[in-house]
């Protein structure tokens, strides 16, 4: 997988989390699961950006394939949340997207699901840190 395709993966997550969060910031009710999610969407953001600057700063060190499936499976995930979230083209329906529409049981899904994805990135991240380190030792000597 290439460089490019990671940081079109990336990019596209990130626009995907920037949206859901103005939906949730918008959007009335459910304060404890909206609370929950929202904090957990920006702790996605976080590892996005360090795997950005990592790819952009071309220090990958290990192949990209698993981190491309994790990076499609979140952005799926907040695709998912964004439709949920955003208004309807019609008045009623947009008035109706204003409040809160997951259940608990839902927002437990889509919180576990998000922290699965950002876990395995940052498992990468943490990977391809000890990669670099080592080569970087090895050349050194």
């Known amino acids: 997988m290439d460089p490019l395709s990671i940081s079109i993966g990336i990019l596209t997550a990130l626009q995907l989390s920037s949206d859901v969060l103005m ?5 009335k009710g459910a304060s404890k699961g909206r609370k929950r999610l929202h904090e957990q969407i920006l702790a996605c953001q976080f590892v996005l950006l360090q795997i950005q600057d990592q790819v952009h700063d071309g220090n990958e060190a290990q192949p990209l394939e698993g981190r491309y499936t994790s990076l499609h499976r979140l952005a799926a995930a907040l695709e998912g949340i964004k439709a949920k979230l955003e208004p309807k083209k019609r008045l009623d329906e947009a008035l109706s997207a204003l409040t809160w529409s997951f259940t608990e049981k839902e927002v437990e899904k889509l919180i576990s699901l998000i922290q ?20 970087h030792s090895v050349n050194s000597l």
């Open 23 to 27: 939906y949730l910031i918008a959007v």
């Open 116 to 135: 699965q994805e950002v876990s395995l990135l940052n498992l990468e991240l943490a990977a391809d840190c000890r990669y670099s380190c080592l080569l």
